[in-house]
């Protein structure tokens, strides 16, 4: 889905710029090319290309290798020479601002010259007895690598430096069961905690809030180093040892060495959280049933006691087929399925009402009690979906519009409006573009259409969706002008709407069409005593309203005749 995102103006860059102390680096330098960088007079000239496009950011940890000189060439200072790379975190004020500005426009293995000037390096002072006071300084810098410091929590309170990076993109969520493994230690370098692999479900969270916190940003496979404060930690009260854990001291920081080895991804296949699946294997590829699909599936069904209720497709026994969205199987199975991938096992956990309900069910190996919520294990072997409407001929599409228009029907008059309203839609899906078809098939079209919306506008009625059965009603009437249930039902979702003049236009329409119609004729019995008792209550409720401001008035009035009858000397003694 496409966004609508404000470009910067230049004038908005600048800004930003000012604020948060970033260099504007200008265009892309060539080797043994000098530009400035920012408006402070920094200069970089490019020695050697760096790799890739990524260049570190304020709170990295960066290591660089650097020999630095004054303007007549004197040197002062060479990490080079010392043999060791110096490494800091960057916008940290830890070195000088030239070096923070300039550093951070630098990919890893880059060698540049930076130019700096005193107002960013050592000011009026200097820094005696090698660098003179207001001397402009010259940085042969390398940088060597970085490692990525985020504060995650926006707050200072959990740094998490990467050392390991991890596959593909995706994170935990709070209801994903992590497989983690960790060491705590305090800054003494003591270890207080840690586990060669530990599962928990990310809110529950382990060991300490920081754990919870970190494993959300992580990717699988990802290792970090955290570094934690008292209050993702354990604060002022800080922990006893217990087990093979040792205490924590009151406001103690903690580094965690912390692994995400894997996680299970759980969800919630409905809105009401009462079916929610845990993937055990992922699938492969994207490709999900549809509505009407043939899946074939593994499946062990079992109470909360580990009572197994029904068995099929193991031990190479036949596997256990249904279409979806046919009431085939209980309705949280059928929900859930449609949501997996070929290949994917996965733990079910679904509700009563969304499984036997409030009666006692045979099974084909036990008795499933009333109330009783039950535990699938089921592994999607395959599935044939249902053609979809742009993979068939208009033949095709007419004869599926009809069949879906009569299981819709069945439903109905069984009384499952939902699952009806949802058989017509997908009839009306199949023939809404009917530019292709010849004029007898846009005619079938019609009257399909025409009766697949009345009969979804009597659904939607039941389900008291009134908006959506005066908006189906719509569309009939705009192919069939004169269509008298159309008017009908439209009156019946106006009235419900408290809209009584539109009903009254609709009513009066269709009586004018057809006169005799009994059921036209009692819905106008209905709106006139709709309209009756809304007219007294309108009445009623000006009749009170004229009433108080009568009342009121007539108080005021008596408040003004008393102000007037007190003695003044009231009034200068208040």
Avoid at 73 to 92: A, H, I, N, W
Avoid at 154 to 180: A, M, Q, R, S, T
Avoid at 269 to 289: A, N
Wanted: aromatic share 8%; net charge negative; with cysteine.
């Amino acid at each position: 889905m496409e966004e609508d995102f404000e470009l910067p103006t230049d004038e908005m860059m600048m800004n930003n710029g000012d604020q948060l102390d970033l260099p504007d680096e200008g265009p892309m330098l060539k080797v043994g090319e000098e530009k400035e960088i920012g408006n402070q007079g920094l200069k970089k000239k490019l020695l050697k290309e760096g790799e890739g496009w990524d260049t570190p950011d304020n709170g990295d940890e960066v290591e660089v290798h650097y020999t630095g000189t004054l303007l007549d060439g004197t040197q002062f200072d060479s990490s080079r020479d010392r043999g060791t790379p110096f490494k800091f975190t960057l916008g940290q004020g830890q070195v000088i601002k030239g070096w923070d500005l300039g550093i951070k426009t630098m990919k890893k293995g880059e060698n540049a010259l930076f130019t700096i000037p005193a107002d960013l390096a050592y000011g009026s002072s200097g820094s005696p007895p090698t660098i003179p006071p207001n001397a402009t300084l010259q940085f042969d810098v390398e940088l060597l690598s970085w490692s990525s410091i985020k504060d995650i929590c926006k707050d200072g309170g959990i740094f998490k430096k990467i050392l390991v990076e991890g596959e593909k993109w995706e994170n935990p969520k709070d209801l994903d069961e992590v497989l983690v493994r960790y060491e705590a230690q305090l800054e003494d370098g003591s270890v207080v905690a840690r586990s060669d692999g530990v599962e928990f479900t990310v809110k529950d969270g382990h060991f300490c809030p920081a754990l919870a916190r970190a494993v959300k940003t992580m990717k699988m496979g990802e290792k970090v180093l955290l570094t934690v404060k008292p209050q993702y930690g354990f604060g002022e009260k800080g922990k006893p040892a217990s087990g093979d854990e040792s205490a924590v001291p009151p406001n103690a920081n903690i580094q965690i060495t912390l692994e995400l080895v894997a996680w299970k991804t759980v969800t919630e296949v409905t809105d009401d959280k009462k079916v929610i699946k845990k993937i055990l294997k992922e699938g492969d590829g994207y490709d999900r049933p549809n509505e009407g699909a043939v899946v074939k599936v593994k499946l062990i069904g079992k109470l909360q006691d580990g009572t197994v209720f029904f068995k099929k497709g193991q031990d190479d026994s036949e596997l256990f087929e249904f279409k979806t969205d046919e009431e085939q199987v209980i309705d949280g199975l059928d929900r859930a399925v449609s949501t997996m991938k070929k290949g994917e096992l996965a733990l079910l956990t679904i509700a009563p009402e969304y499984a036997f309900g409030s009666s006692e069910s045979q099974q084909e190996l036990a008795v499933v009690p009333p109330n009783s919520t039950v535990y699938y294990e089921i592994e999607l072997v395959s599935f044939d979906k249902e053609k979809e409407s742009w993979d068939m001929n208009t033949d095709e599409k007419i004869e599926a519009a009809g069949k879906k228009k009569e299981e819709g029907n069945v439903l109905f008059k069984a009384g499952k409006y939902a699952k009806a309203s949802k058989r017509y839609e997908k009839a009306v899906k199949y023939i809404e573009y009917d530019s292709s078809f010849s004029e007898e098939e846009k005619k079938q079209a019609k009257a399909l259409k025409v009766a697949c919306n009345l009969n979804n506008a009597a659904c939607k009625l039941k389900l008291k969706d009134y908006k959506q059965a005066e908006k189906l009603c719509t569309k009939v009437l705009e192919l069939e002008s004169r269509n008298v249930k159309a008017l009908y039902r439209r009156a019946q979702a106006y009235i419900q709407l408290a809209d009584l003049d539109l009903a009254e236009f609709d009513i009066k329409k269709a009586l004018e069409i057809d006169p005799d119609n009994r059921d036209v004729k009692l819905e106008h019995k209905t709106l006139k005593e709709k309209m009756k008792e809304y007219n007294k209550k309108e009445a009623k409720f000006y009749g009170n309203m004229f009433a108080k401001m009568s009342k009121l008035g007539s108080l005021e009035s008596n408040k003004a005749e008393a102000k007037e009858a007190e003695p003044m000397s009231v009034d200068s003694e208040a």
